[in-house]
């Protein structure tokens, strides 16, 4: 039931990510690097000095953030669009049915 027509929920996932290029991709590098600098600073001490491990930290945490905040705009894009696909009923159109009932 829930595998009949993925298009309405891949076309959600889209626009989420639209949305998250267009809206939260600034807010999530830069919440990402502060929780890297914030786990450098944990690890090495604080001041931070500009090594090798510190700046791998803070890229990491920029690349986790990005990844976590696009994941997260996906899924919910998709739950939307599937939301809006199962009430529009793009699942099962009317034409499929006339012909399988003919």
């Known amino acids: 039931m829930a595998n009949k027509n993925k298009v309405p929920a891949l076309v959600?996932?889209?626009?989420?990510?639209?949305?998250?290029?267009?809206?939260?991709?600034?807010?999530?590098?830069?919440?990402?690097?502060?929780?890297?600098?914030?786990?450098?600073?944990?690890?090495?001490?604080?001041?931070?000095?500009?090594?090798?491990?510190?700046?791998?930290?803070i890229v990491f945490?920029?690349?986790?953030?990005?990844?976590?905040?696009?994941s997260l705009f996906a899924v919910g894009g998709a739950a939307a669009g599937a939301a809006v696909g199962a009430l529009l009923g793009a699942t099962t159109p009317a034409s499929k049915k006339a012909e399988e009932k003919a």
């Open 61 to 70: 945490g920029m690349v986790l953030g990005v990844t976590a905040v696009a």
């Open 12 to 57: 959600g996932a889209g626009i989420g990510l639209a949305v998250f290029l267009a809206v939260a991709l600034l807010p999530a590098l830069l919440y990402g690097g502060y929780a890297g600098v914030l786990l450098a600073g944990g690890i090495f001490g604080t001041p931070v000095t500009a090594s090798i491990g510190v700046k791998a930290l």
